[in-house]
């Protein structure tokens, strides 16, 4: 097994020896490909699983771009958003139909940052007069951070309404990744009480967009969420597999490759030896946020 791994890690390493810094990468194994080879497979019925870090014109960007790219195929494109609360659905329907303004609209969601011109686009792209709709996909807060504080135990009977029917938790391989990034918690039971607010988020937005596409199956939703959860599909994608086993889903994970150098990002883009690809396709450009 170790001289397999050895010999896999230098195939890896090798095959991205002069990683590019920008265009559109197979996941498996980081062949070049165009936008509308990325997305060419989307049909209806299926879901699109965009990973960014938030707050980049760049990435909001891609992201347009993938969703004029599926509309360019004739597919009805509605969008799910990680930053509007599911509680809240009314005031994004009343966004989108014009009965609320924006300002009127920020201030009903108490949107914070960033600002929302990096999101304006993605949450107006869908076509109301073809019955394409913006959703709202997150777990409110209040739920999450309760989550966070108390665990799952210590949530109250009205808390505990607001999950997700069948709620569960992430997999192993995910609670590992997300845990070797809090290496400074206090103890393990406080890991456990932020994988359990963690896991919600994941859960709640599988279970929203799962409820979504099995009643338009003529529909494509793409979803726009913070990268981690997309990223080996440990997060989002396993919890919507879990919940539509049969359903077509295409992740894309976009990498700020700004400052690298080649072999950083050979490291950031390879597969991983024990979870595999980062993403079905990686996307990656410099990126700078502007301060909006």
């Known amino acids: 097994m170790k001289t397999w791994s050895l010999f896999l890690i230098s195939i890896l390493m090798s095959a991205c020896a002069h990683a590019q810094s920008e265009g559109i990468l197979r996941g498996s194994d980081h062949v070049p490909v165009t936008l ?83 999101y304006r686009a993605q949450a107006l792209f869908p076509n109301l007069a073809e019955g394409a709709l913006t959703l709202a996909l997150n777990a409110p807060r209040s739920v999450t951070s309760a989550a966070a504080k108390k665990g799952l135990e210590g949530l109250s009977a009205d808390e505990k309404s607001l999950l997700p029917p069948n709620f569960a938790l992430g997999r192993d391989s995910y609670k590992r990744r997300f845990l070797s990034m809090m290496p400074h918690l206090p103890t393990p039971e406080a890991g456990e009480r932020y994988f359990a607010a963690q896991s919600i988020w994941d859960d709640t937005m599988a279970w929203r967009a799962a409820d979504f596409i099995k009643s338009h199956p003529d529909q494509v939703l793409v979803i726009v969420v913070g990268e981690f959860h997309v990223q080996y599909g440990g997060g989002l994608p396993d919890r919507l597999r879990v919940r539509l086993p049969n359903t077509p889903i295409v992740t894309f994970s976009q990498i700020n490759t700004l400052g690298m150098e080649e072999d950083e990002i050979a490291v950031e883009i390879q597969p991983s030896i024990q979870d595999g690809a980062r993403a079905d396709y990686l996307w990656l450009a410099p990126a700078q946020s502007l301060g909006l």
């Open 36 to 118: 509308q080879e990325s997305v060419a497979s989307v049909t209806p019925g299926s879901i699109v699983v965009i990973g960014e870090n938030h707050g980049f014109v760049q990435h909001r960007d891609q992201q347009v771009q993938v969703m004029q790219a599926l509309r360019a195929q004739g597919l009805k494109v509605s969008v799910g958003l990680e930053f509007f609360t599911y509680t809240q659905q009314n005031f994004v329907d009343s966004y989108r139909a014009g009965t609320l303004s924006e300002p009127e609209f920020l201030k009903a969601i108490q949107w914070g940052s960033p600002s929302y011109d990096y």
